[in-house]
């Protein structure tokens, strides 16, 4: 073995020490990724599967119903209208034709405004209960994460491993949240 001065042998040795700690290191940081949990949540099925997103639905089929029933009431009075009115058009005066054709036409408007008005606020109802259930299952979701220690969450991806989808648990989970 040569004999080495002892500024290469400290050299030597800060060069050994350097390398295991940055080899320790890239070692920990290398487990670090071996260790992370990641898990998949799939938004639509939670949105068509859970339980409050079913009983959203169905409050909001239930509050929507009588106003669906008087538009489709409004409609057919107005077909028979306009079909009473073609029967009878050709037996009527001018002044009563001119009449009836203008009465089957505002009906139609009516109507028009009353579609435009249930369909607006039917989304921004669909619009309201929607932001509650993403808000509740991202609490759900927040949850499941740290009660079970994942690192990272992700609602798309191109591919998911079955074994690291976790949509169950948050459908669970938030069932847990019906009153």
Known sequence: MQNRSPRSLAFLGLVLI??????????????????????YVDADRI???????????????????????????SI???????????????????SERARRQMEVLLQDRKIQRLQRAYSDDLSQRKSQELAILQE???????????????????????YVN?????TEKVIAELATTVK
């Open 162 to 166: 079955p074994r690291i989808d976790i």
């Open 136 to 158: 509740n299952a991202n609490k759900a979701i927040r949850k499941i994460a740290q009660n079970e220690n994942f690192d990272l969450i992700v609602q798309e991806a191109t």
């Open 18 to 39: 350097a390398g295991a700690g940055a080899s320790s290191a890239l070692a920990q940081q290398a487990g670090l990724q071996r260790q992370a949990k990641i898990g």
């Open 76 to 94: 057919a009075k107005n077909q028979q209208a306009s079909e009473a009115f073609d029967h009878d058009a050709p037996s009527l005066s001018e």
């Open 47 to 73: 949105l068509r599967e859970s339980i409050p997103a079913k009983l959203a639905r169905a409050k909001i089929e239930a509050d929507f119903a009588p106003r669906q029933r008087e538009i489709e009431a």
